[in-house]
Nanobody, 125 residues
């Protein structure tokens, strides 16, 4: 059974940092490109970042570029999202997801095979 479990969310102030983690089980982790998405109340789930199977390639939404960094440790079956310079508009539930698609073609929610349950990030002003 495939499981993706996120952790690391919380309540922080604007300008603070958080690091989210997502650990996978039940899959050959290194076969999957891994993405992070987020969803604020009343909005659609949106793409945040993706990392290739090897970790050598990444891509980001314009809204987080330069502030967020995605990374992975295939030995630990874990993907991370380092979030610096957090803003109130970053408040959302953050989800990790796994896809067998190539990293450069996986930007929509329908492109992903497995999802975590989400972790709440709240940024106060």
């Amino acid at each position: 059974q495939v499981q993706l479990v996120e952790s690391g969310g919380g309540l922080v102030q604007a300008g603070d940092s958080l690091r989210l983690s997502c650990t996978a089980s039940g899959v050959t982790f290194s076969r999957y490109a891994m993405g992070w998405f987020r969803q604020a109340p009343g909005t659609e789930r949106e793409f945040v970042a993706i990392i290739s199977q090897s970790g050598s390639s990444t891509a980001y939404a314009d809204s987080v570029k330069g502030r967020f960094t995605i990374s992975r440790d295939n030995a630990k079956n874990t993907v991370y999202l380092q979030m610096n310079g957090l803003k109130p508009e970053d408040t959302a539930v953050y989800y990790c997801a796994a896809t067998l698609r190539a990293w450069f073609s996986a930007r929509g929610t329908n492109d992903y095979d497995y999802w975590g349950q989400g972790t709440q990030v709240t940024v106060s002003s």
